[in-house]
């Protein structure tokens, strides 16, 4: 099978959908749904790799499989909640603008990243909506959590790869970091706040120390899944 080996986009995938099954309602209709969302992310990814013309005949027979499955799995809860196509609309645009830099083989682009991630967190969305049958404040806050969070962790990941010697990237990354927790507590949700203090102490503390890749992306997943676990217990 043709599996991307991002780790940080599989919990992308995994937590705003969690989030909007547990904090939401949960129903039988996750299942299906979290299957073609799952098969989706595969067919994108490999539609990536056409864009960039590094798709092989191999590739191409995943994609169709892949684009088929997720069709299959998605028309299931559709068929009971047709408006969870305008989740699908939604996600259109950010999509287009992955496919710009992916042609233009600059995918790595802060911007690029940032669009995966509200249509990922739009996804969230449309986890909560299957279970719910609306969209509600607390949607919009799992919606808004979830971005940044990821957000920040593209920051630091940056930081600590791609764009370790840019001093802007470090002082963007720190100063992001910082208002999302003065945020917390300016708007009476201090709690919350207990959820992005290791993204805050490690974008600060780790930064400047060698670190391999792997370890930099095992001490993300440990990050994000204690994220996830604050905001599903505490919330």
Not at 44 to 54: A, D, G, P, V
Not at 170 to 186: P, Q, R
Request: proline share 4%.
């Amino acid at each position: 099978m043709v599996i991307p080996k991002q780790h940080g986009a599989w919990a992308m995938l995994l937590i705003p959908f969690l989030f909007g099954i547990d904090i939401g309602q949960a129903t039988w209709l996750h299942l299906p749904l979290f299957i073609a969302w799952f098969f989706l992310y595969l067919a994108t990814y490999i539609w990536m790799l056409m864009m960039k013309k590094q798709a092989n005949a191999r590739h191409k027979k995943w994609f169709i499989l892949y684009a088929s499955l997720a069709g299959v799995f998605v028309a299931i809860p559709i068929a009971y909640k047709p408006p969870l196509m305008y989740f699908g609309l939604a996600m259109i645009p950010f999509f287009i603008v992955n496919m710009y830099f992916a042609k233009k083989k600059k995918e790595r682009s802060f911007t690029n990243d940032v669009a995966a991630i509200i249509n990922f967190s739009i996804g969230g969305l449309g986890s909560y909506y299957i279970g719910t049958g609306n969209i509600d404040e607390k949607a919009w806050f799992l919606f808004i959590a979830s971005m940044l969070f990821f957000i920040g962790s593209t920051f630091y990941v940056k930081t600590m790869i791609r764009e370790k010697n840019n001093p802007r990237y470090k002082w963007a990354s720190w100063l992001f970091h910082t208002i999302i927790i003065v945020a917390c507590v300016a708007t009476g949700n201090g709690w919350l706040a207990l959820a992005y203090v290791p993204s805050v102490v490690r974008a600060i503390y780790f930064y400047g120390k060698a670190m391999s890749i792997k370890k930099v992306g095992i001490y993300e997943i440990v990050n994000a899944v204690y994220f996830a676990l604050v905001i599903m217990i505490v919330y």
